[in-house]
Nanobody, 114 residues
Framework: QVQLVESGGGLVQAGGSLRLSCAAS????????MGWYRRAPGKQRELVAAITRGGSTNYADSVKGRFTISRDNAKNTVYLQMDGLKPEDAAVYYC????????WGQGTQVTISS
């Protein structure tokens, strides 16, 4: 069974940066796409960024220009570089992978201090 393991969350000041990592137990090319979602307290889970097998990316409007999704094929890892963090970016961030089913990681907490 494919597993996704996120890391890189933590506490950062507003305006700072974090890089989240999502390590897959299978080749990233096994998946149609991989993405990052987040869920803030009291809110629904939302898409943050995604990357397809072919390398196309898309972002939520709220993070465009600040966040970058990328992939290291050799390491079977997808990254989310988050710059210019704002208090409203605080959430639990989840990695997912889409193939015949949707696979989720366990999540990593991002906390922003103002």
């Amino acid at each position: 069974q494919v597993q996704l393991v996120e890391s890189g969350g933590g506490l950062v000041q507003a305006g700072g940066s974090l890089r989240l990592s999502c390590a897959a137990s299978a080749s990233v090319f096994s998946f149609d796409s991989m993405g990052w979602y987040r869920r803030a307290p009291g809110k629904q889970r939302e898409l943050v960024a995604a990357i397809t097998r072919g390398g196309s990316t898309n972002y939520a409007d709220s993070v465009k220009g600040r966040f970058t999704i990328s992939r290291d094929n050799a390491k079977n890892t997808v990254y989310l570089q988050m710059d210019g963090l704002k208090p409203e970016d605080a959430a639990v961030y989840y990695c997912n992978a889409v193939v015949a089913v949707i696979i989720w990681g366990q999540g990593t907490q991002v906390t922003i201090s103002s």
